[in-house]
């Protein structure tokens, strides 16, 4: 059960990835403010990050991708 | 709110670039820059926050790890084209951590029973500012009772004249040193491991609700990837990463709430390849900002990985695994990490603004690891699932 929802939130994020880049077009610099909203941050709290990716580092293989420049720990 | 009919000039053009350069790792720090500032901008405010993080896990019959984490950032303008910025981390652990799979037992074959220990770290980030550029340098470093730490960062990004696109290379470079012979155990003595990292990366304005991002990160490592507290772990010299990151962030007008996603692909020497899909929905409500999020995760085992021993009632038989171990030639692993799973996080967040400039945040997090997730049918047998929890209490402040 928890699959099936899981995979149908993947399909429903790439239906909508998929409508986004087929009304894609220059936008202008007026037609931004939106953009500007905090919630359109990538990243929006740098020390949650760092510790939720801290602990997923530590209790899963993979790690990275979100940048360069972090270093390594002895994690359990 | 609409701004299509609102002439360019009375734009907030440095938040259009905010929201339209935004780096990873760059990124989450301009987060916390005034909302006026852009990447090429130096901060016009300095910003001081402070996170206090808790972490337990525990699988069925087991407490294991727990874990504190009080964290700083600071960040600060200089003479209107550099910035400084600086975080600091105190990380205390304490508990247990299995010897092989999710097995309790056996502190005498290595396990990391009864454990504590105590992690520092701190890093330094220096950006200069142009018109259409920004590059930054980095450092950091992280020491613990038997693991340290030393690395550097360097990125750079451009934009495109619209400041529809925005452009960005990066470069990482660690050094490690793993040394347990202070804890007596003498399983990894004065042993190296070295990592470079390089990414290329392109933010995009699709529309004036949509904005996306693609990065690419290559990493290249050698040296010590052991666990020296784990039995039977033997693994590769070199591990090499491949890491594709997509994100979509789209803006719902009629909510006036934003839908962040991401997915990222990973792919490693040690056969590892694995899938992580994020979804946030982040609602303001006056001065509230509520976020509740789901993460997925998946990944298939390492090729050295080996699945443990289990008897007619299909419970772990510690006699036949390790005759298992006898009989296996070359890299071997029991680490429940390079094991076939999936996990799932759930998470909300509030963020409460005292005034503008005063942010306070509560969030928790629950996360359950277990074979049944894995994506692509039944994860790897004979592990007991994994649970989390996380709690972080911040407070941001700009002056």
Not at chain 2, 91 to 100: H, I, K, M, R
Not at chain 2, 110 to 121: Q, T, W, Y
Not at chain 2, 168 to 173: S, Y
């Amino acid at each position: 059960m928890m699959k099936r929802t899981i995979l149908g939130l993947l399909a429903l994020t790439s239906l909508a990835w998929l409508s986004g880049c087929s009304s894609a077009g220059p936008v202008n610099a007026w037609e931004k403010g939106n953009l500007a909203k905090p919630g359109m941050t990538f990243e929006s709290d740098p020390l949650d990050q760092r510790f939720t990716q801290h602990i997923y580092g530590s209790k899963e293989n993979s790690s990275g991708g979100y940048g360069v420049g972090g270093g390594g720990c002895g994690c359990n | 709110m609409s701004t299509h009919n609102t002439p360019p000039s009375q734009q907030s053009a440095t938040g259009v670039l905010l929201a339209s350069l935004l780096l990873p790792g760059l990124a989450s720090l301009a987060a916390l820059a005034p909302a006026t500032s852009a990447a090429e901008t130096a901060p016009e405010k300095s910003t001081i926050a402070v996170k206090y993080g808790s972490y337990s896990d525990s699988q069925p019959g087991w407490d294991r790890i727990k874990a504190t984490a009080p964290q700083v950032y600071v960040q600060a303008p200089i003479a209107g084209e550099w910035s400084i910025e600086a975080s600091g981390v105190a990380d205390n652990v304490s508990g247990a951590t299995p010897y092989a799979h999710t097995q309790k037992s056996g502190a005498s074959s290595g396990g990391k029973l009864g454990m504590s220990d105590e992690r520092k770290a701190g890093d330094v980030k220096i950006t200069r500012y142009m018109a259409r550029s920004a590059i930054s340098a980095s450092v950091a470093y992280s020491t613990e009772n038997d693991y340290k730490s030393t690395a550097l960062g360097l990125d750079a990004r451009w934009s495109s004249d619209d400041n529809n696109r925005t452009w960005t290379l990066g470069f990482g470079a660690a050094s490690d040193t793993i040394d347990n012979t202070a804890s007596g155990i003498n399983t990894a003595i004065n042993e190296h491991k070295n990592t470079q990292e390089f990414m290329g990366g392109i933010t995009q304005v699709l529309t004036p609700a949509d904005i996306v991002q693609f990065n690419l990160t290559r990493g290249v490592g050698s040296g010590y990837f052991n666990d020296p507290y784990k039995s039977y772990d033997l693994r590769p010299n070199q591990r090499d990463t491949w890491i594709a990151l997509a994100r979509w962030n789209h803006y719902l007008e009629p909510f006036d709430a934003s839908l962040r996603t991401s997915y990222r692909y990973y792919s490693d020497t040690f056969g590892v390849q694995s899938h992580t899909v994020g979804l946030d929905w982040v609602q303001p409500v006056g001065k509230l900002t509520l976020t509740p999020g789901m993460r997925y995760y998946s990944q298939q085992a390492a090729n050295f990985y080996f699945d443990p021993v289990l008897n007619a009632q299909g419970q772990y038989d510690a006699f036949g695994t390790l005759m298992r171990v006898v009989g296996l030639k070359g890299y071997k692993s029991a680490d429940q990490r390079l094991a076939a799973f999936g996990a799932v996080t759930l998470s909300m967040k509030l963020a409460y603004a005292i005034t503008p400039d005063t942010v306070v945040d509560f969030k928790v997090e629950t996360y359950r690891q277990s074979a049944d997730l894995y994506l692509s049918g039944k994860g790897s047998p004979g592990l007991d699932p994994f649970n989390a929890q996380f709690i972080q209490i911040g407070l941001t402040r700009r002056f």
